[in-house]
C-alpha cells in the first residue's frame, strides 16, 4: 500500500523538475514561461541557448528525468509501470512552477529509453522516415507520427512475426499508448488560450504544436 501511494507522488515529482525553467531563471535571466509558447519545455528555449546547452538540457530531461526513473522502476516495481504516466504529468504541470510545464515529448521519449531500446530505436527509426519525407524541416509532425505508428508496429510485430518483438514486451504497448493520449491532449492545450479555438486551430496545435503553421 505504501509503495502504491509512493512511486506516483516520487514520479510526478521527479518529472515536475522544470529544468529548462531553472535555465533560463538562472543563466539567461529570462522567464520562459512569459517567452514564445510560453511553456517550460525545451522547443521554447532552445533559439536562445547555443547547442552544447541543448544537449545538456536534453540528458537531464531525457535520461535523468524520464529513461533512469523507467528503468528502475522496469527492474525493481514491473507491476506499476503505468504509473510512469505520472512522470509526463509532473513534467507538463509541474508543481514547482504553478502546475505549468512542458509539452512531454523529451520525458516521453526518455520513458521509452528506459522501457527498452530496441522501442527507442523503433521509434528514431520512425521519427527519421517521417521527417525525412518531410524533408528535414518542422520535427513537431514526424515526433506525433512516430508515437502514434509505434504502438501499432509494436503491437503488429509482438503478435504476428516476432522479428524484433514478442509477448514478454506487450504490457509495454500500454505505457507507448498514455503516453501518445497524453501528447495529444497536452498539445491541444496550447497557451491555454481558448477564446479563439476552432477545429483549424486544433489540428495546428495537435500537429505542429502552435496555433499557426
Not at 547555443?50 to 516495481?77: E, Q, R
Not at 524541416?137 to 509494436?154: E, G, R
Not at 501528447?183 to 500537429?207: Q, W
Amino acid at each position: 500500500m505504501i509503495v502504491v501511494i509512493f512511486i506516483p507522488i516520487f514520479l510526478y515529482l521527479i518529472g515536475s523538475l522544470p529544468i529548462s525553467y531553472l535555465f533560463g531563471k538562472y543563466f539567461l535571466e529570462k522567464n520562459i514561461l512569459l517567452e514564445g509558447t510560453k511553456h517550460s519545455g525545451l522547443s521554447n528555449i532552445y533559439s536562445h541557448i547555443t547547442f552544447d546547452k541543448v544537449i545538456y538540457i536534453l540528458f537531464l530531461d531525457v535520461i535523468i528525468k524520464g529513461a533512469l526513473p523507467s528503468f528502475l522502476l522496469l527492474l525493481y516495481f514491473d507491476d506499476y509501470l503505468y504509473f510512469l504516466f505520472f512522470l509526463i504529468i509532473g513534467h507538463n504541470w509541474s508543481i514547482f512552477i504553478n502546475f505549468k510545464g512542458g509539452k512531454g515529448l523529451a520525458i516521453s521519449i526518455g520513458i521509452i529509453i528506459g522501457l527498452s531500446l530496441k522501442l527507442f530505436l523503433l521509434l528514431l527509426f520512425l521519427f527519421v522516415i517521417f521527417w525525412a519525407f518531410q524533408k528535414f524541416k518542422d520535427s513537431s509532425l514526424p515526433w506525433l507520427l512516430s508515437f502514434l505508428f509505434t504502438p501499432i508496429v509494436f503491437y503488429y510485430d509482438s503478435n504476428y512475426l516476432n522479428l524484433f518483438f514478442d509477448l514478454y514486451y506487450f504490457n509495454k504497448l500500454y505505457i507507448l499508448i498514455l503516453l501518445l493520449s497524453l501528447l495529444i491532449f497536452t498539445r491541444t492545450l496550447g497557451d491555454r488560450n481558448y477564446s479563439r479555438i476552432n477545429f483549424k486551430t486544433l489540428i495546428f496545435r495537435i500537429i505542429f504544436d502552435r496555433d499557426k503553421r
